[in-house]
């Protein structure tokens, strides 16, 4: 019965076709919008990615992601390398300053101080620059960190550093040579990077740590991380123990601290909701037209159903029918939905640098998505068929 | 409370053709609903084929109307998206038989009813008498003990409603199975062995063969 069943489904294709797009269109709203978020998150840390060789993070007991932070004494780093299993600790300053430009304008900028020795954490240089460009006086680094159209300096010359802001002028991106201002501290563009994207996008401005505290405001502790290297034969995790137990600083791996990023950002960050709203908006959408559609389908074919009972066919049967049915849409639309997702959110990423990641468990949670919705659908069309009396197939009812 | 049958008794033989006549609302739609298994009587007993309907739980019911029960319907009611071999299958494959033996068996009766060169058409492809020759066969493919056909002729123009009943007596009228027509139709009174007039949800006339011109 179960191809009658499917040739019952098939055999009206408008409906069909319908129900097959509502779960396709709810598939793809959810596997776009669980993407989107995954995309959101992975800049998130994006700074933990960009530290490949880092295998410890330490920090501020307090801290709990790269986004919200508060720094250490200088006398941490010591500590830390102090520690049996470290076989190498760097220092990371972060902090925010707003960078003037030629012309006037201030623009927020994530500024990075990064080991001045080793010129660990520095990301990929445009242009085959050299790192050793940071060691020339006042140099920095800039990048567009996600950001469209934020790194731009005057055109003209007569443009820049004049008495009163000239905000409308003609203006091109940064380029090496160019100077901004932090904090009344003059810098010299001496490299553009090509960074990770960040999650919320800023400029970042990537500087030697030493050169980090002259630029920055005063103020008692500038070391935000110690970046720790394991020596062989001791396990991230072991290493972040010890460090805790030894130094009282919190110490996470890598990984456990990508995690403690996101539960920060889930926990804190506005946009969350937005997501979430979007998902619900996705799975509303979805179960409305799915609903609609399968209720309209089992309606109309209230009679076949009903010829089936008289027939002989139990309750249980025709649930199974209409289940059998649902499914099918419901895996197809799935598939297609999750197929379509993938390709629109690679094009979009690719051209347009959209925050889109497919992880391995997207399409896992858009299937139990669809699942939950397609079965409440199912469960509330097969309502009037389970309540079917098979009379309704004489011609006097 | 409306009665819709009262005080009826009527006996129905292995082998016979009971067309039961009478006008709308006389009560003739409920009496096979509950002859066929399909709606429940409050008051007296019908039994059929030796098994009391009223004793039987839904799902019972839905076996034994499987089983020993063939409909053909006044608009045939087949399944649109089913070519003529499926929808003659339909009642087997609910039974559990598998989709290869329920599909042989749908050929050879197929054949029977003169369709066997139409098994892969699709309902809309097919005349009104074919659709019922189709019906009839969806009916017999299971070998029930008791045919039931709600008003069979009445979609059907006189000459194709008269093939109709010549098939529905031909192929499904058999020593060991009865036939209940409910009809409308005075045409086909003579493909009866016995009518059973209603009114008022009663039977107040039932004529032999020799009492059928009456009634006409």
């Given at each position: 019965?179960?191809?009658?069943?499917?040739?019952?489904?098939?055999?009206?294709?408008?409906?069909?076709?319908?129900?097959?797009?509502?779960?396709?269109?709810m598939?793809?709203?959810?596997?776009?919008?669980?993407?989107?978020?995954c995309?959101f998150?992975?800049r998130?840390?994006?700074?933990?990615?960009e530290n490949?060789a880092?295998?410890?993070?330490?920090?501020?007991?307090?801290?709990?992601?790269?986004e919200h932070?508060?720094?250490?004494?200088?006398?941490?780093l010591?500590?830390v390398r102090?520690v049996?299993?470290?076989?190498?600790?760097?220092?990371?300053?972060?902090?925010?300053?707003?960078?003037?430009?030629?012309?006037?304008?201030?623009q927020?900028?994530q500024?990075?101080?990064?080991?001045?020795?080793?010129?660990?954490s520095l990301?990929?240089?445009?242009d085959?620059?050299?790192?050793?460009?940071?060691?020339?006086?006042?140099?920095?680094?800039?990048?567009?960190?996600?950001?469209?159209?934020?790194?731009?300096?005057?055109?003209l010359?007569?443009?820049?550093?004049?008495?009163?802001?000239?905000?409308?002028?003609?203006?091109?991106?940064?380029a090496?040579?160019?100077?901004?201002?932090?904090?009344?501290?003059?810098?010299r563009?001496?490299?553009?990077?090509?960074?990770?994207?960040?999650?919320?996008?800023?400029?970042l401005?990537?500087?030697?740590?030493?050169?980090?505290?002259?630029?920055?405001?005063?103020?008692r502790?500038?070391?935000t991380?110690?970046?720790?290297?394991?020596?062989?034969?001791?396990s991230?995790?072991e290493?972040?123990?010890?460090?805790k137990?030894?130094?009282g600083?919190?110490?996470?791996?890598?990984?456990?601290?990508?995690a403690?990023?996101?539960?920060?950002?889930?926990?804190?960050?506005?946009?969350?909701g937005?997501?979430?709203?979007?998902?619900?908006?996705?799975?509303?959408?979805?179960?409305?037209?799915?609903?609609v559609m399968?209720?309209?389908?089992?309606?109309?074919n209230?009679?076949?159903?009903?010829?089936?009972?008289?027939?002989?066919?139990?309750s249980?049967?025709?649930?199974?029918?209409i289940f059998?049915?649902?499914?099918?849409?419901?895996l197809?639309g799935?598939?297609?939905?999750?197929?379509?997702?993938?390709l629109?959110g690679q094009?979009?990423?690719?051209?347009?640098?959209?925050?889109?990641?497919?992880?391995?468990f997207?399409?896992?949670?858009?299937?139990?998505m669809?699942?939950?919705?397609?079965?409440?659908?199912?469960a509330?069309?097969?309502?009037?068929?389970?309540?079917?009396?098979?009379?309704?197939?004489?011609?006097?009812? | 409370?409306?009665?819709?049958?009262?005080?009826?008794?009527?006996?129905?033989r292995?082998?016979?053709?009971?067309?039961?006549?009478?006008?709308?609302?006389?009560?003739?739609?409920?009496?096979?609903?509950?002859?066929?298994?399909?709606?429940?009587?409050?008051a007296?007993?019908?039994?059929?084929?030796?098994?009391?309907?009223?004793?039987?739980d839904?799902?019972?019911?839905?076996?034994f109307?499987g089983?020993?029960?063939?409909?053909?319907?006044?608009?045939?009611?087949?399944l649109?998206a089913?070519?003529?071999?499926?929808?003659?299958?339909?009642?087997?494959?609910?039974?559990?038989?598998?989709?290869?033996q329920?599909?042989?068996?749908?050929?050879?009766?197929?054949?029977?009813?003169?369709?066997?060169?139409?098994?892969?058409?699709?309902?809309?492809?097919l005349?009104g008498?074919?659709?019922?020759?189709?019906?009839?066969?969806?009916a017999?493919?299971?070998d029930?003990?008791?045919?039931?056909c709600?008003?069979?002729?009445?979609?059907l123009?006189h000459?194709t409603g008269h093939?109709?009943?010549?098939?529905?007596r031909?192929?499904?009228?058999?020593?060991?199975?009865?036939?209940?027509?409910?009809?409308?139709?005075?045409?086909?009174f003579e493909?009866?062995?016995?009518?059973?007039?209603?009114?008022?949800?009663?039977?107040?006339?039932?004529?032999?063969s020799?009492?059928?011109?009456?009634?006409?």
């Amino acid at each position: 019965m179960l191809r009658v069943a499917l040739k019952m489904l098939i055999g009206d294709r408008a409906k069909y076709v319908g129900l097959l797009f509502g779960i396709t269109f709810m598939s793809f709203l959810v596997t776009f919008a669980a993407s989107y978020f995954c995309g959101f998150m992975t800049r998130g840390f994006a700074l933990i990615s960009e530290n490949p060789a880092v295998d410890v993070w330490v920090m501020d007991p307090a801290v709990n992601s790269t986004e919200h932070t508060t720094n250490l004494p200088a006398s941490a780093l010591d500590r830390v390398r102090s520690v049996e299993g470290v076989r190498s600790a760097v220092p990371l300053a972060l902090a925010v300053a707003d960078v003037h430009f030629p012309n006037g304008r201030f623009q927020s900028f994530q500024v990075i101080g990064i080991d001045d020795a080793t010129f660990s954490s520095l990301p990929p240089l445009k242009d085959n620059t050299s790192p050793a460009v940071l060691r020339t006086p006042d140099a920095a680094l800039v990048d567009p960190g996600g950001t469209e159209g934020k790194l731009r300096t005057p055109l003209l010359l007569e443009d820049q550093w004049p008495r009163s802001p000239r905000l409308d002028v003609p203006t091109r991106t940064l380029a090496v040579g160019d100077e901004l201002l932090v904090n009344d501290h003059r810098i010299r563009i001496a490299g553009l990077s090509n960074a990770l994207p960040r999650y919320p996008p800023r400029p970042l401005l990537y500087t030697t740590y030493s050169n980090a505290l002259r630029i920055l405001l005063p103020e008692r502790h500038r070391l935000t991380f110690v970046l720790v290297a394991t020596a062989p034969g001791v396990s991230p995790s072991e290493l972040a123990t010890r460090i805790k137990v030894q130094t009282g600083l919190r110490a996470r791996s890598a990984e456990d601290f990508k995690a403690d990023t996101v539960r920060w950002f889930l926990a804190n960050s506005e946009d969350v909701g937005d997501i979430a709203a979007m998902l619900s908006l996705a799975m509303s959408v979805g179960f409305g037209v799915t609903g609609v559609m399968l209720y309209m389908f089992t309606a109309e074919n209230l009679k076949q159903y009903a010829v089936l009972k008289a027939m002989g066919a139990t309750s249980g049967l025709l649930l199974t029918m209409i289940f059998v049915q649902v499914g099918l849409c419901a895996l197809l639309g799935t598939a297609f939905g999750i197929g379509l997702c993938g390709l629109v959110g690679q094009i979009l990423a690719d051209t347009a640098g959209y925050p889109f990641r497919m992880m391995w468990f997207t399409p896992p949670i858009t299937g139990v998505m669809v699942l939950l919705v397609s079965t409440v659908a199912a469960a509330i069309s097969a309502r009037p068929v389970l309540k079917l009396s098979p009379g309704l197939v004489f011609a006097g009812r | 409370m409306v009665s819709a049958l009262r005080g009826v008794d009527i006996d129905v033989r292995r082998g016979e053709l009971l067309m039961i006549v009478g006008p709308s609302g006389c009560g003739k739609t409920t009496l096979i609903s509950i002859i066929a298994a399909i709606l429940d009587q409050d008051a007296g007993r019908c039994e059929v084929v030796g098994r009391d309907l009223q004793r039987m739980d839904p799902r019972e019911r839905a076996h034994f109307r499987g089983s020993s029960i063939g409909f053909v319907f006044q608009v045939f009611n087949l399944l649109p998206a089913l070519t003529a071999i499926e929808n003659v299958a339909v009642p087997l494959l609910i039974k559990g038989v598998s989709w290869k033996q329920a599909e042989s068996r749908a050929r050879e009766v197929l054949q029977l009813v003169g369709l066997g060169h139409r098994l892969g058409a699709l309902p809309a492809q097919l005349s009104g008498g074919q659709q019922q020759r189709v019906a009839i066969a969806r009916a017999l493919v299971h070998d029930p003990k008791l045919i039931v056909c709600d008003e069979p002729t009445s979609s059907l123009d006189h000459e194709t409603g008269h093939a109709m009943m010549s098939v529905i007596r031909d192929v499904a009228k058999s020593p060991g199975r009865a036939v209940i027509v409910v009809t409308h139709d005075s045409r086909i009174f003579e493909f009866a062995d016995r009518i059973a007039r209603m009114d008022d949800g009663k039977i107040v006339e039932l004529m032999g063969s020799e009492r059928r011109e009456h009634v006409q």
